[in-house]
């Protein structure tokens, strides 16, 4: 092997490993992401757990007619969608939905 093909093999080689630094640095782009996604799933989970107690504990007392009303409202105040096409969903940046609204403003 001559020094010319040296060169060329070391330049490849060095190309590869750049090709293969910058694949890793999308995996771990990637990987954070789903680390955070996986954080924000958790926290909501426990919150719908310690809401699902709350509610399982209150159905013991009798509940009066339209207080489902108001337990959709404390829902929708805790930033969940209570629509029929997103039920159960967080609601993106607390912001409002018009079909949840539409509920909310039945009488």
Do not use: W
């Amino acid at each position: 092997m001559d020094k010319r093909d040296m060169f060329d093999a070391f330049d490849g080689l060095s190309q590869n490993l750049l090709v293969t630094l910058a694949d890793i640095e999308a995996l771990k782009k990637q990987v954070q992401s789903l680390v955070e996604e996986n954080t924000t799933l958790r926290l909501e989970n426990m919150k719908l757990r310690d809401r699902l107690s709350r509610h399982d504990h209150e159905n013991h007392v009798k509940v009066s007619p339209g207080q489902g009303k108001v337990h959709l409202e404390g829902i929708y105040d805790e930033g969940f969608h209570i629509c029929n096409d997103f039920y159960g969903q967080r609601r993106e940046n607390d912001e409002d939905c018009i079909f949840c609204r539409e509920l909310l403003d039945r009488k």
